[in-house]
Every structure is written in structure tokens, then in C-alpha cells.
């Protein structure tokens, strides 16, 4: 599990909490429940960040990987490996 995986993953744990407590607030007073649910919001807006991280290293890393292997296929020298292709 990657690092921005393992974020994403506690920051939706940490929302579930926060939902839930304000949920339990709401039995005292509706208001105290707004401050649960702005906490649930701030982590899943950061475990969107995380996952969104996490897409854009991967896609990366996906261009990279396509680029050496059409660069190693251009500047290929072997005489052998070429007529063979």
C-alpha cells in the first residue's frame, strides 16, 4: 500500500468517526453537530487530495515507463534484434 494509499484510507476512517460523533451530537443540540460534519468534510476533501496524488504518480510513472521503452526501441543496436523486428 502506498503512502498516499495508507493517507486516503485514515483520512476515510477519520471522516467515519467524525460523521458519527456528529451524529451522537445531534441528540444534544444541532449545532454541535456542525462541527463533526465540517471535520468529515476537511478529511474526505483530503483523502481526495491523496487519491488524486496518488492517480497523477501513477500516470507518471506510466509515461515514463512508455517513453524509455520507445526510446530503447529506437536506439537499439543490435543488428540482430533489428532485422528480426
Do not use: K, N, Y
Not at 478529511?43 to 530503447?72: F, N, Y
Amino acid at each position: 500500500m502506498t503512502p498516499a494509499r495508507r493517507t486516503a484510507a485514515a483520512c476515510h476512517l477519520g471522516a467515519g468517526i467524525s460523521t458519527l460523533s456528529a451524529a451522537i451530537a445531534l441528540a444534544w443540540h444541532p449545532w454541535l453537530a456542525v462541527w463533526g460534519l465540517a471535520g468529515a468534510a476537511f478529511l474526505l476533501w483530503a483523502a481526495a487530495s491523496a487519491q488524486g496524488a496518488e492517480q497523477r504518480r501513477r500516470a507518471q510513472r506510466h509515461r515514463l515507463t512508455h517513453a524509455a521503452h520507445s526510446d530503447a526501441a529506437l536506439l537499439d543496436t543490435d543488428p540482430d534484434r533489428r532485422s528480426a523486428a
